[in-house]
């Protein structure tokens, strides 16, 4: 079945540091992925989207492009900044979930100054 | 901006009592969902909707309760509640017409059964 393996946290890094954050996935079809991200006592936001192989998703200094070569689609910044501390979850839509999405498990992101 | 609402937003409750916990959308949106959020962060899928009066059970057993009279609202109810119901509840809609699935979520209502 659908599903997305994210990388574990915390992931702690200072300011201006380089994140990456893994995302792989197991689909049947062309599935849609996403990167969502909750802020403490919030709900979740799309942070960004790609919806077929090689398309790059960006969206406030962060990017993720879809590889279907390698079932993956990590998230990449290159500067954080303490107010990206948040949870980041990675998501598809596959072709056969009826519309559903499945989420990875969430990935803690703490930047200290 | 997402057009998604869910009350209360915090609600501290004790054992036994009925609760019901209110989702509202604006976006015209056929598909509704509730998602329970564990201490852990991870996201389990606990009722969703297809449109007025569909409603179907999630990935996660839940002794929660939905209805879906109108499009735009989709409470859930807990009957009795137990301190194991302790929780964020996160409401999120999609649209039927979007290929790709985007869900839109509302900020969610922590509740604590004591």
């Known amino acids: 079945g659908d599903s997305v393996t994210q990388m574990e946290g915390p992931v702690t890094l200072s300011e201006e540091a380089f994140l990456t954050i893994n995302c792989t996935y197991t689909a049947t079809g062309y599935p849609s992925l996403f990167w969502y991200v909750q802020y403490p006592g919030e709900g979740l936001q799309l942070l960004l989207k790609?919806?077929?192989?090689?398309d790059k998703g960006s969206n406030k200094g962060f990017e993720a492009t879809y590889r279907k070569e390698t079932t993956s689609f990590h998230l990449e910044k290159g500067s954080v900044q303490v107010s990206d501390s948040a949870v980041y979850f990675c998501a598809l839509r596959g072709g056969s979930t009826l519309g559903r999405l499945y989420f990875g498990r969430g990935t803690q992101l703490t930047v200290w100054p | 901006e997402a057009d998604i609402y869910q009350t209360p937003r915090y609600l501290v409750i004790g054992t036994g009592k009925k609760i019901t916990l209110e989702c509202s959308q604006t976006?015209?949106?056929?598909?509704m969902y509730w998602y329970q959020q564990d201490p852990g962060m991870e996201l389990h899928l606990i009722h969703y909707?297809?449109?007025?009066?569909?409603?179907e059970k999630g990935d996660l057993s839940s002794e929660s309760t939905v209805s879906r009279i109108r499009t735009e609202h989709f409470p859930l109810t807990l009957e009795s509640a137990r301190p194991s119901h302790t929780s964020q509840y996160l409401c999120?809609?999609?649209?039927?017409?979007?290929?790709?699935?985007?869900?839109?979520f509302g900020e969610g209502s922590r509740l604590t059964v004591l």
């Open positions: 790609a919806t077929k192989a090689d």
């Open positions: 999120a809609s999609s649209d039927a017409r979007d290929p790709t699935g985007e869900l839109f």
């Open positions: 976006m015209g949106h056929d598909k």
């Open positions: 909707s297809y449109g007025v009066n569909s409603t």
